[in-house]
């Protein structure tokens, strides 16, 4: 029997002559004049903090994962993607670190809004109905539990900090920031992408419990850019183990954060190294993720 092939883990881009223009909490983009190469790494961050070890092929999850919805949603708002498979000059030669986990996408002009949509009462919002009643100012029925299912979803916006925690804000608040007719807009895309997102996977077995979208706009057209409902931008639930009243299990960084608690880190750079269990753990949710959504096994 052969031996499998070695899994290519990146953590950080290093092409000789190339630097990115940017490096994010996981990914390195690479400007190309109007348009820009994204690469996903594998690094992951964890309480807003990057942590040194690496999860192989969370990269190349969340890109083809995000292709696939770019796909299935492009007749509800067009997408900045341009290829996942050409590279341009001097990158082509670079191609076996780019294929699998990198874009080439229309570079826009991105609203300085995070666009979430919630069905159901987790996360931030938790907290936030605990407190007031309220999610971003949207006033929820009285008595609801954690993880309980909205009557109908909310479009709950937040600011995009450059460090640390991005903060919730009201729609008046947004409409202040982009404009009120743009803001109606992205409000109605990103619930129309939730209802459609949601409905396709609920039969699948997984609840979309809220996400988070990127708009940019591009000679005054409204783009979906960024990344598309990945487990890094998504709280998804498995289905069969639901049950409203607290939190719930999740296919995404769940094996990650639980480890980091129980060591009681202080949640403060730098990140500790995580152990072998923990990280093949977290692998194998990304890609279980991956494969119950797009109906394949990852490339």
């Known amino acids: 029997m052969s031996a499998s092939p070695a899994i290519r883990v990146i953590r950080q881009t290093h092409f000789a002559g190339l630097t990115p223009a940017a490096r994010g909490k996981v990914r390195d983009i690479y400007d190309l004049g109007d348009k820009l190469l994204i690469v996903a790494t594998d690094r992951l961050s964890a309480f807003d903090v990057v942590l040194p070890t690496p999860i192989p092929d969370k990269g190349r999850v ?54 979430v949509a919630r069905g159901y009462v ?28 909205l009557p109908d979803p909310i479009f709950t916006p937040a600011t995009k900090a ?19 007719e743009l803001a109606e807009k992205v409000r109605a895309v990103t619930l129309e992408i939730y209802r459609r997102a949601a409905s396709y996977a609920e039969p699948r077995g997984i609840i979309l419990a809220d996400t988070k979208f990127e708009f940019g706009l591009l000679n005054n057209q409204l783009l979906w850019i960024d990344e598309a409902l990945t487990p890094d931008s998504s709280r998804f639930w498995p289905a069969a183990e639901y049950n409203p009243g607290g939190p719930q299990p999740s296919f995404d960084k769940q094996f990650v954060r639980d480890y980091l608690e129980r060591i009681r880190w202080p949640k403060t750079p730098p990140g500790p190294e995580l152990p072998p269990e923990v990280v ?8 279980e993720a991956f494969r119950i959504l797009a109906g394949r096994e990852l490339d």
């Open 162 to 180: 450059a460090s640390g925690h991005d903060e919730n804000i009201s729609f008046e608040q947004a409409a202040a920031l982009i404009g009120k």
């Open 280 to 287: 093949d753990a977290t692998r194998a949710k990304y890609r």
């Open 62 to 115: 969340l890109t083809q994962l995000s292709l696939f919805w770019f796909n299935l949603l492009k007749d509800v708002i067009p997408n900045h993607v341009l290829s996942a498979t050409d590279f341009p000059a001097p990158f082509d030669k670079h191609r076996e670190a780019l294929e699998g986990r990198s874009m080439v996408v229309r570079k826009t002009k991105p609203l300085p809004i995070e666009c």
């Open 122 to 149: 987790s996360g931030s919002g938790w907290k936030d109905y605990r407190t007031t009643g309220e999610i971003c100012g949207v006033a929820l029925p009285a008595g609801l539990r954690e993880s309980d299912r």
